[in-house]
């Protein structure tokens, strides 16, 4: 963007109503000015909260929870003592509805598994999965596509049409059936949620390098380029210093609204058996469970189900504020 006479200063600089309009401060309060993007990025942190806290140590989690109990309720919460843990026969029994059911108790406010475990437990641990996951798969798409998005617009050519056919080969496959085959393949018919990770990211560097190579398609023209062309910087680091850069906006948005549908797709592999298999708490694997149960106690379904819609929906709440803060026709 051109900046006219009256945007400068009388030094001849940009003035500071220009250079507010730039920069991580000004796009964070361009995003918390808009309510559904505010309330967006609070769902966003406080799955990353309760996923990092779960993380770091599970001991001081079962603590807090514990002394919450204390004051708030006559039992003590049995939760984060471990995920997985089965009790064993006569300590409590399987498939317990949750506190507000006339069945329920207060022990376990979400109710049980078939296997006695606290569901709260694993909703909370299903977070730390599932949201890794989704941040991981996203991540190895958007450098991926980057990288290749990148030298394939920059340099153009025979390189720009061997890369792009590379790229729209991938992109022409079913994203489902190429994970799945990918996972089967490569784990040697056990399905493991590491390869699935893996094949989420591949099918997702298509889409990024596309959109990295129309920007860079763009920037590549402009006079700062050329500029360093002319003084003998290495292409390598033109595209590192300058290109990337002044490239990055769109695919962040593209990347923060990718790891909602990450999360999604992830838990459709883990509902197939593709994805975490048992005993790992995670919600697509929750949902393969509990849709035996959908007459005795449905509350198994909606738990995770309700879990996986949160936190996709504040994942797209806060790509598109971030996508109306960095977009340049609405900085006037």
Same mark, same amino acid.
């Given at each position: 963007?051109?900046?006219?006479?009256?945007?400068?200063?009388?030094?001849?600089?940009?003035?500071? %109503?220009?250079?507010?309009?730039?920069?991580?401060?000004?796009?964070?309060?361009?995003?918390?000015?808009? +309510?559904?993007?505010? /309330?967006? *990025?609070?769902?966003?942190?406080?799955?990353?909260?309760? #996923?990092?806290? +779960?993380?770091?140590?599970?001991?001081?989690?079962?603590?807090?929870?514990?002394?919450? @109990?204390?004051?708030?309720?006559?039992?003590? *919460?049995?939760?984060?003592?471990?995920?997985?843990?089965?009790?064993?026969?006569?300590?409590?029994?399987?498939?317990? !509805?949750?506190?507000?059911?006339?069945?329920?108790?207060?022990?376990? !406010?979400?109710?049980?598994?078939?296997?006695?475990?606290?569901?709260?437990?694993?909703?909370?641990?299903?977070?730390?999965?599932?949201? @890794?996951?989704?941040?991981?798969? +996203?991540?190895?798409?958007?450098?991926?596509?980057?990288?290749?998005?990148?030298?394939?617009? $920059?340099?153009?050519?025979?390189?720009?049409?061997?890369?792009?056919?590379?790229?729209?080969?991938?992109?022409?496959? !079913?994203?489902?059936? =190429?994970?799945?085959?990918?996972?089967?393949?490569? #784990?040697?018919?056990?399905?493991?949620?590491?390869?699935?990770?893996?094949?989420?990211?591949?099918?997702?560097?298509?889409?990024?390098?596309?959109?990295?190579?129309?920007?860079?398609?763009?920037?590549?023209?402009?006079?700062?380029?050329?500029?360093?062309?002319?003084?003998?910087?290495?292409?390598?680091?033109?595209?590192?210093?300058?290109?990337? !850069?002044?490239?990055?906006?769109?695919?962040?948005?593209?990347?923060?609204?990718?790891?909602?549908?990450?999360?999604?797709?992830?838990?459709?592999? @883990? $509902?197939?058996?593709?994805?975490?298999?048992?005993?790992?708490?995670? /919600?697509?694997?929750? *949902?393969?469970?509990?849709?035996?149960?959908?007459?005795?106690?449905? /509350?198994? #379904?909606? /738990?995770?189900?309700?879990?996986?819609?949160?936190?996709?929906?504040?994942?797209? =709440?806060?790509?598109?504020?971030?996508?109306?803060?960095?977009?340049?026709?609405?900085? %006037?």
């Amino acid at each position: 963007m051109a900046i006219g006479e009256s945007q400068l200063d009388g030094d001849g600089g940009p003035s500071e %109503d220009v250079e507010a309009q730039f920069g991580w401060r000004y796009t964070f309060g361009k995003v918390m000015q808009d +309510t559904t993007a505010r /309330w967006g *990025l609070y769902v966003v942190a406080f799955v990353l909260f309760v #996923s990092a806290y +779960t993380m770091v140590d599970s001991n001081l989690s079962r603590l807090t929870f514990g002394a919450i @109990s204390d004051f708030a309720m006559a039992e003590a *919460l049995p939760i984060f003592d471990h995920p997985e843990r089965i009790p064993p026969p006569g300590e409590i029994e399987g498939n317990v !509805p949750p506190a507000f059911h006339v069945d329920g108790t207060l022990s376990h !406010p979400l109710g049980t598994d078939p296997d006695g475990r606290d569901y709260f437990t694993r909703i909370v641990y299903g977070a730390q999965v599932s949201v @890794s996951v989704g941040i991981v798969s +996203t991540l190895i798409g958007f450098v991926g596509g980057t990288i290749v998005g990148a030298v394939s617009g $920059f340099y153009g050519g025979r390189v720009d049409d061997v890369l792009m056919r590379l790229v729209e080969t991938v992109y022409a496959i !079913p994203p489902l059936i =190429l994970i799945i085959v990918f996972t089967v393949f490569i #784990s040697g018919g056990t399905p493991d949620i590491t390869y699935a990770i893996i094949g989420v990211g591949i099918t997702f560097i298509p889409v990024f390098a596309r959109i990295i190579r129309s920007e860079v398609l763009s920037v590549r023209e402009m006079d700062y380029i050329e500029a360093a062309k002319a003084s003998g910087v290495k292409n390598r680091n033109i595209i590192r210093r300058h290109v990337i !850069p002044n490239s990055f906006a769109p695919v962040l948005v593209y990347a923060t609204l990718q790891i909602g549908v990450t999360i999604l797709i992830v838990a459709g592999l @883990s $509902f197939l058996g593709f994805g975490a298999q048992p005993p790992t708490p995670d /919600w697509g694997q929750m *949902l393969n469970v509990s849709h035996g149960y959908m007459h005795s106690n449905v /509350w198994l #379904s909606i /738990w995770p189900g309700l879990a996986i819609l949160v936190t996709i929906m504040g994942f797209n =709440l806060f790509g598109d504020g971030l996508q109306d803060a960095l977009d340049p026709r609405t900085n %006037d």
